[in-house]
């Protein structure tokens, strides 16, 4: 069996995150429907046949999942993957169990979602792309695809026209009775004659879940009308020195593509949208372009990811170690919490975003 490239800890069997006991039963119940028919192997979207770096074999869940790196262009993807049908059936009875990594009921989490402050940052974010590149429509028509129960919208102003699309019903219940929301059950395919009316469409953390994100962004340019945006956010790798710490977290199953920065902007292009701005939180704010280009080939890429990854991993196995240290172990690790990881931002490329 080969080690992955990140370690043992990553390997089928090793320990992940801490779950709940919600999550665990989520987990165990997805382990014991596992069924080989239910996968298929999934190509880079770059085109590359060069022999994929391994990065994991297990998910943060403990879950069977391989995640590789594309030598060619930095792309993390998983292969193979679940098959189309069995991830519906995912997000429709499992992933919001599985992802609340809390015991709290999904009321309560739809309310703590709205008033955190991740989320007073993005939609703040969303409101400053419109103010800069928007069209200048009055209402402006948001519809936000993967929209939960309707946090991202409830924190736009209120003389927005706002829809949201899920899979979940008791988040678009929640998203009408709590929030007040116009929302409607399906995903990007269902969502597409809303969209072409919309001015913004948001896509928060939803082109990380995409089989084919080329093609359903290409989609998506496709119906938009002129001088409407994308609003796109996914979990960008280059930030996890001052987020998670542990590259372990980024590892999902539910993560079928992991980005930075270039690599998104990749896909997005790939697709035939231009991007108007883009940063390594992994925000892109995108309009229609004129032309479809391929997918950057850079092996740089993969060599800046690959080690920022291995830097990060070491990191948290030391601050691992330290906080095991009886009495002063807290004292150690918290130190080297605040030293070491600041440090790996001299580790990200300036020319990914």
Known sequence: MITPSLGPGYTLGATGIRLSEVQSKVRDRIQEADNPADYEPSACLCGSTDADILLATMDRHGLACRNVLCPACGLIRITPRWKADRYRRFYEMEYRDLYNRIDLSKEAFAKAAAESDWNKKFTSWIRACVEKYGNGSDPIKVVEIGAGAGWNLHGLPSMWKKMGYDVDREYLRLGETFF?????????????????????????????????????????????????????????????????????????????????????????????????????????????????????????????????????????????????????????????WRLYFPWLKFLVPAQSG
């Open 180 to 336: 007040g929301l116009e929302m409607k059950f399906g995903m990007l395919d269902d969502a597409l004659g809303d969209a072409q009316l919309a001015d913004v469409i948001i896509l928060s953390h939803v082109v990380e879940h995409l089989l084919d994100p080329v093609s359903a962004l290409r989609a998506v340019a496709e119906k938009m009308q002129p001088g409407a945006m994308v609003l796109i956010e996914v979990p960008g790798i280059f930030r996890l020195h001052w987020t998670a710490r542990n590259p372990m977290i980024y590892l999902q199953n539910a993560h079928v593509y992991t980005f930075c920065a270039r690599t998104l902007a990749n896909v997005c292009e790939a697709a035939g949208l231009s991007t108007l701005t883009g940063d390594e939180i992994c925000r892109t704010a995108c309009i229609k372009a004129g032309s479809i280009p391929r997918i950057e080939i850079d092996k740089r890429a993969a060599f800046h990811v690959l080690r920022y990854l291995k830097s990060s991993t070491k990191g948290n196995t030391i601050h691992q170690k330290l906080r095991s240290i009886p009495w002063i172990g807290r004292i150690f690790s918290g130190l080297w």
